[in-house]
């Protein structure tokens, strides 16, 4: 059994730790296969091990913070490894930020020639000519050319209202939290998640459109792989929080937590808010700039 002695916490031995390696590297080298004709059934046994795992975890976890087993240093431990955790986030969707602000101001003003660069264009790139988003090139073997953008002030703003509403909703039902308000608390975790169901409800709806009606696509250059690849992490994102917050839900439901011992509530919430923020970022570099 695990034991807290004085200032230092010591976990019982665990079997999780390598169902959940087992179930990782089933999943990946199920994808890798997959991705080279192999079926997809090894995809889905790594899957459901990760699934099963993850239950498995947690509910240990849980379970021993509610009997309370875990004391002053568990709780800075916990802390600290969500705000590592979130940093770590931070610096993922940095990169693709990052890969964006690279295109833009430098690699597209480039191929145009631009600055100490005026062969660049006519060596890589003849008649290139620089915009953004970038619509059409010349010579486009391979490229599916989108018929217009994604604009701003159509679903995305809707779903910023929503995020941002979202916000305040986990903020309020924290707020119950710390006055023993029980109705409260469900109240706000429940219209959260559903906020964040609705999301990603518009985004896949959102998806279809570009898809099928803009075409716009991974293969639609540099504008539709940076588009895809930051909305559809970001989408992933809130999907993992809108999850960890309905697990918060169903906790709160059961009676979980008080004013003063409630870390996994705040984790979930942190991790949210960061999500918010996160969309602010995509809505005005994406689809409004």
Do not use: C
């Not at 060596?123 to 970038?134: E, G, K, R, S, Y």
């Not at 999850?243 to 870390?263: D, E, P």
């Amino acid at each position: 059994m695990s034991q807290a002695q004085g200032s230092y916490y010591l976990p019982e031995p665990s079997h999780w730790p390598i169902v959940g390696s087992i179930g990782l590297f089933t999943l990946l080298a199920g994808f890798a296969g997959w991705l080279h004709g192999g079926s997809s059934l090894w995809i889905i046994v790594g899957a459901i091990i990760v699934i099963v795992m993850m239950f498995g975890w947690f509910g240990k976890v849980i379970s021993e913070s509610e009997s309370g087993q875990y004391n002053a240093q568990v709780d800075v431990s916990f802390r600290m490894g969500m705000a590592w955790f979130i940093f770590s986030e931070v610096m993922f969707f940095a990169a693709f930020f990052g890969a964006l602000f690279y295109v833009r101001q430098w690699a597209l003003p480039w191929l145009d020639g631009a600055g100490n660069n005026a062969m660049t264009g006519e060596l890589l790139w003849p008649n290139f000519q620089a915009a953004w988003p970038l619509m059409d090139v010349p010579n486009p073997e391979g490229f599916d050319r989108p018929k217009e953008v994604v604009g701003a002030w159509g679903v995305p703003f809707y779903n910023t209202i929503i995020l941002l509403t979202s916000g305040l909703t986990v903020t309020w039902a924290h707020w119950g939290l710390k006055k023993n308000n029980r109705t409260q608390l469900i109240t706000g975790l429940f219209l959260t998640v559903a906020l964040g169901a609705l999301f990603v409800a518009l985004q896949a709806w959102e998806y279809g459109h570009a898809y099928t009606d803009l075409n716009l696509k991974l293969s639609s250059g540099i504008y539709g792989s940076t588009f895809f690849m930051l909305t559809g992490f970001h989408g992933l994102h809130v999907t993992i929080g809108a999850i960890m917050l309905l697990v918060m839900l169903l906790r709160a439901i059961k009676g979980h937590f008080t004013a003063k011992h409630h870390f996994a509530f705040e984790a979930a919430a942190w991790y949210w808010h960061f999500v918010d923020v996160v969309w602010l970022g995509l809505f005005i570099f994406v689809y409004w700039l």
